[in-house]
């Protein structure tokens, strides 16, 4: 069965500093996988998308992820982080292309000055 | 980008009662729309997927006849909370995709159900 995993509850940055948000996932193929990011009481908007190809993803706001198919991973960087990126992130993953998508159980991101 | 709207985005009721939830894709056709619940500090768990014209598909464990998913439109999604409980109260968001398929999700803002 397809899963994902955010090892990562919690995570506090200080502004400037770079980031990385870690991802695994449980597929038998190379799934479709994505970085979506929640505001406190909102909906989620897709940062990146990797559906195949160059295996490092560029996305909006800054961010980039890494397909790692020998890691079965999909981390998330962004090399300065600003005030207004904390929120919470969640990684998912659509194994069969249906956009049923399986989410991780988030990571909390929290900037200091 | 496409924009989905959820409606109402807070809404809080009595134990017993039934609650509405509208999802609308405002500049696409949605054949296929997603209803999550998210709990708080936890994941997004999808609840049900609704096809346009056809009866929603439900995951393992979720009740089909507690919540009521109707997609009578290309537009429009609708999700009740019937008889809802306190153990109801959640955070619900929809998902749409259009046709043509970009393997693109778009999310409404949310709606916050409270069941007293």
């Known amino acids: 069965a397809q899963s994902v995993t955010q090892p990562d509850i919690h995570i506090t940055v200080s502004e400037g500093a770079s980031l990385e948000l870690r991802c695994n996932y449980s597929?038998?193929?190379?799934?479709?996988l994505f970085w979506y990011v929640q505001s406190p009481g909102q909906g989620l908007q897709l940062l990146l998308k990797y559906f195949s190809g160059d295996t490092l993803v560029q996305g909006i706001k800054g961010f980039e992820a890494e397909f790692k198919r020998s890691q079965s991973s999909f981390n998330l960087r962004k090399p300065s982080v600003h005030w207004s990126d904390a929120a919470e992130y969640f990684c998912?993953?659509?194994?069969?292309?249906?956009?049923?998508?399986?989410f991780g159980t988030g990571t909390l991101l929290a900037v200091q000055p | 980008g496409a924009v989905v709207s959820q409606h109402p985005s807070r809404v809080i009721c009595k134990s017993g009662t039934s609650v509405k939830i509208e999802c609308r894709s405002l500049?696409?056709?949605?054949?296929?729309m997603f209803w999550y619940r998210q709990f708080p500090k936890k994941s997004l768990m999808l609840m049900a997927t609704?096809?346009?014209?056809?009866?929603?598909?439900?995951e393992q464990g979720v009740e089909k006849d507690k919540f009521l998913i109707n997609h009578a439109s290309l537009t429009l999604s609708t999700l009740t909370v019937t008889s809802a409980h306190p153990e109801d109260s959640s955070f619900y968001i929809c998902?749409?995709?259009?046709?043509?398929?970009?393997?693109?999700?778009?999310f409404g803002e949310g709606s916050r159900l409270t069941v007293l």
């Open positions: 998902s749409a995709s259009g046709r043509g398929g970009t393997g693109e999700l778009f």
């Open positions: 500049d696409f056709q949605a054949t296929t």
């Open positions: 998912a993953v659509d194994g069969g292309a249906t956009n049923k998508l399986i």
């Open positions: 597929y038998g193929a190379t799934p479709y």
């Open positions: 609704s096809n346009e014209g056809s009866k929603a598909t439900y």
